[in-house]
């Protein structure tokens, strides 16, 4: 009988250690799962509304320059131009809803709760990460699909594609959480969107090879770090860059990591979230 009880004493502290190791992996997935529903509740505004305006661009330049260009870096004007699209709308997408979302937290005063939570640190990233993944593929797999209705081929090699769009969705998400922890305004989330991922993105090849730039533009461009996210996926669905793969992912791997450790250290430290 004896034995019976330490047993069963046993098995019942090895239950409540299993249930208090997963109870913080079981928060991050509510956290994930309110954040999908957040951004699908307002689907017009997370969505609809960025595929329209980045079809428009797409409408815009693809039809009115691509009736006057043959090609641009070997491949048509219309398959050059679809993957920096979906790479503008993929980095805004991702950025914006972690950033956004996570912001107002501070806002409402509920960041308090998820801080008191079980969840670690790393739970909370990857949960955030997680939703800002979602919403940015979305988008953009959307904008695909629309392209390719319109005639753009560009399905060179699916899976490189896909890869090489969760590294980047992952990096802006974490970046977007980093910034989200340190801004004490809206107008502070607002100014990464604004003054540093649309014309950094712009001026990262989305409407242009780099190749009918002079020498000395070249070499400027090839120290923006979006050029080489434009060239990557633009690699994956046409087969064609300015820049090699390896490169591309190398300095987009580089970028996840410094997002990562930042989002980690702030979340850590607990700057703007305490006081």
Not at 83 to 109: A, D, E, R, W, Y
Request: glycine share 8%; charged share 10%; aromatic share 14%.
């Amino acid at each position: 009988m004896r034995a019976n009880g330490v047993l069963a004493s046993e098995r019942m502290r090895r239950t409540a250690e299993e249930a208090k190791r997963a109870s913080g992996w079981y928060g991050a997935w509510i956290l994930f799962r309110r954040e999908i529903k957040r951004f699908m509740v307002i689907l017009g505004q997370s969505v609809v509304s960025p595929v329209i305006t980045t079809m428009l661009y797409f409408l815009v330049f693809g039809f009115s320059l691509g009736s006057r260009l043959d090609e641009m870096g070997g491949v048509s004007y219309m398959d050059f131009l679809t993957p920096g699209l979906m790479m503008m709308s993929l980095i805004n997408n991702s950025f914006i809803n972690s950033s956004f979302s996570f912001f107002l937290t501070k806002v409402h005063g509920s960041v308090v709760d998820l801080l008191a939570s079980p969840l670690s640190n790393l739970q909370i990233m990857v949960a955030y990460t997680a939703a800002s993944l979602v919403r940015g593929m979305m988008t953009s797999v959307i904008i695909w699909g629309i392209a390719a209705a319109f005639g753009a081929n560009t399905l060179f090699d699916p899976l490189l594609t896909v890869a090489f769009m969760v590294v980047v969705s992952c990096a802006f998400s974490l970046f977007g959480l980093a910034t989200a922890v340190v801004s004490k305004e809206f107008e502070h989330v607002n100014l990464v969107p604004n003054f540093v991922v649309v014309p950094f993105t712009f001026l990262g090849g989305v409407f242009y090879s780099i190749s009918l730039l002079p020498d000395v533009w070249q070499m400027v461009a090839l120290f923006n770090p979006f050029l080489y996210m434009v060239n990557g996926i633009r690699y994956g669905m046409t087969g064609v860059g300015d820049v090699g793969i390896a490169s591309c992912f190398a300095v987009s791997g580089v970028f996840l990591a410094i997002s990562a450790v930042l989002a980690w250290c702030l979340l850590k430290s607990g700057k703007n979230l305490r006081s």
